[in-house]
C-alpha cells in the first residue's frame, strides 16, 4: 500500500545537537516530498520541498533535506538546534500521478536547553 | 498580507446541528483543500478542489460535504455533525499546479458534543 512513515513519534534532543528527522515512502515512482512544521496553535509552514535535480535541498530556519532513492528515504536535518526548533514536523507526498497530498503522522520535538 | 482565513478558530456544537467552516485565500491560488488532524494519525485531506466547480474526494470525504464557487473560498460543510468529527481542521492553498507546496491557515479546531 502506498504510504509515508515517519518512525519517529518524538524526539528529544540537547540545544546545538545535530538533528535528523526520518520519513520513508512507499509509492511506485518518485513523488514530490515536502517537510512542514507546526508550531503550538498554528498552521503548517513549509520547511522544503524537492522535486527533481540536486538531492541534498535546502530550506529555511537553516534545515536541509537529503533525497535517498535507493532507500525511499527523505529525512530532514539541522546541524545545530535550537530552542525555538521544538515543533512538530510532518513528511508529505504528492504522487507523480495523482492531485492528492498525503501526510506522515509527524514527529514531535522537544528541545532541551 | 497573503494569507488562507479560516472561521470560526473555535467551535463546540451539538451532534446533528449542520455547521460551515469557511476557508478564504487572497492569493488566487487554484488549488485549495480541507484536512482534519488528528493524534498519532497526521493530516489527512477531507477535499481538494483544483479549480472552481471542481472538487474531488481525498482519504476521508464521509460526512463533509465542499463547495467552490468562487476561486478565493472552499467552505467545509457538516450537514449532521457526530462526535467522531471532533478533530483540528486545515484550509489549505496552492498555485495553479497541485503539486506546488501548500499554504495553511491556522486552523478550526471543532468540538461535537
Known amino acids: 500500500a502506498q504510504s509515508v512513515t515517519q518512525p519517529d513519534i518524538h524526539i528529544t534532543v540537547s540545544e546545538g545537537a545535530s538533528l535528523e528527522l526520518r520519513c520513508n515512502y512507499s509509492?511506485?515512482?518518485?513523488?514530490?516530498l515536502f517537510w512542514y512544521v507546526q508550531s503550538p496553535g498554528q498552521g503548517l509552514q513549509l520547511l522544503l520541498k524537492?522535486?527533481?535535480?540536486?538531492?541534498l535541498v535546502q530550506g529555511i530556519k537553516g534545515f536541509e533535506a537529503e533525497f535517498k532513492r535507493s532507500q525511499s528515504s527523505f529525512n530532514l536535518r539541522k546541524p545545530s538546534v535550537h530552542w525555538s526548533d521544538a515543533a512538530e514536523y510532518f513528511c508529505?507526498?504528492?504522487?507523480?500521478?495523482?492531485?492528492?497530498?498525503?501526510f506522515g503522522t509527524g514527529t514531535s520535538l522537544t528541545v532541551i536547553p | 498580507e497573503a494569507q488562507v482565513t479560516q472561521n470560526p478558530r473555535y467551535l463546540i456544537t451539538v451532534t446533528g446541528k449542520k455547521l460551515t467552516v469557511t476557508c478564504s485565500q487572497n492569493?488566487?491560488?487554484?488549488?485549495m483543500s480541507w484536512y482534519r488532524q488528528d493524534p498519532g494519525l497526521g493530516l489527512r485531506q477531507i477535499y481538494y478542489?483544483?479549480?472552481?466547480?471542481?472538487?474531488d474526494k481525498g482519504d476521508v470525504p464521509e460526512g463533509y460535504k465542499v463547495s467552490r464557487k468562487e476561486k478565493r473560498n472552499f467552505p467545509l460543510i457538516l450537514e449532521s455533525p457526530s462526535p467522531n468529527q471532533t478533530s483540528l481542521y486545515f484550509c489549505?492553498?496552492?498555485?495553479?499546479?497541485?503539486?506546488?507546496?501548500?499554504?495553511f491557515g491556522d486552523g478550526t479546531r471543532l468540538s461535537i458534543l
Open positions: 489549505a492553498s496552492s498555485l495553479g499546479t497541485e503539486r506546488q507546496p501548500q499554504h
Open positions: 509509492y511506485g515512482a518518485t513523488p514530490y
Open positions: 524537492y522535486f527533481s535535480g540536486d538531492t
Open positions: 508529505a507526498v504528492v504522487p507523480l500521478t495523482g492531485n492528492q497530498f498525503y
Open positions: 492569493m488566487n491560488h487554484e488549488y
Open positions: 478542489s483544483m479549480n472552481v466547480e471542481v472538487t
